[in-house]
């Protein structure tokens, strides 16, 4: 499984501004952990023009397979995933699910959903989580 998004930090060398640093990091079957690459971006945030190049530097640099990647779901992410690495299934992580799904409701439910959702992403089997999200599409 490989993990990529970008954390906003403070940088620069004669004048500070938040720039992206790009982060791409790797799981394998034993739940082992690696860092793929951190990459600094230019100021003005995450763009899509920067994670366009990022697969194919990992496969470049010997990742000649991740079959599950996930992501944030940024416009131009997923297909150059999938063009890297074909047979890839591309996740929206949860940490992103959860914002965007709040844009389509009324701020006075945020908390009532966030404690759904979370109920069902923490969910021990998949059956729990079926039954949990068939409850919470209920209410």
């Given at each position: 499984?490989?993990?990529?998004?970008?954390?906003?930090?403070?940088?620069?060398?004669?004048q500070?501004a938040?720039?992206?640093?790009?982060?791409?990091?790797?799981?394998?079957?034993?739940?082992?952990?690696?860092?793929?690459?951190?990459?600094?971006?230019?100021?003005?945030?995450?763009?899509?023009?920067?994670?366009?190049?990022?697969?194919?530097?990992?496969?470049?640099?010997?990742?000649?397979d991740?079959p599950?990647?996930?992501c944030?779901?940024?416009?131009?992410?997923p297909?150059?995933?999938?063009?890297?690495?074909?047979?890839?299934?591309?996740q929206?992580?949860?940490?992103?699910?959860?914002?965007?799904?709040?844009?389509?409701?009324?701020?006075?439910?945020?908390?009532?959903?966030?404690?759904?959702?979370?109920?069902?992403?923490?969910?021990?089997?998949?059956?729990?989580?079926e039954?949990?999200?068939?409850?919470?599409?209920?209410?």
């Amino acid at each position: 499984m490989l993990l990529i998004d970008a954390i906003v930090v403070k940088a620069g060398d004669s004048q500070v501004a938040n720039r992206p640093v790009y982060v791409a990091i790797g799981v394998d079957l034993q739940g082992e952990r690696d860092v793929g690459g951190l990459w600094l971006g230019p100021t003005g945030g995450e763009g899509a023009t920067q994670w366009a190049a990022t697969p194919a530097e990992l496969r470049n640099r010997g990742l000649a397979d991740a079959p599950v990647v996930c992501c944030d779901g940024l416009r131009g992410l997923p297909p150059s995933i999938r063009a890297t690495w074909p047979q890839a299934t591309v996740q929206t992580c949860v940490v992103h699910m959860v914002p965007n799904s709040l844009r389509h409701a009324s701020k006075k439910h945020w908390g009532q959903i966030t404690k759904a959702k979370r109920e069902i992403c923490t969910s021990p089997t998949v059956e729990a989580a079926e039954a949990r999200f068939e409850s919470f599409a209920d209410d």
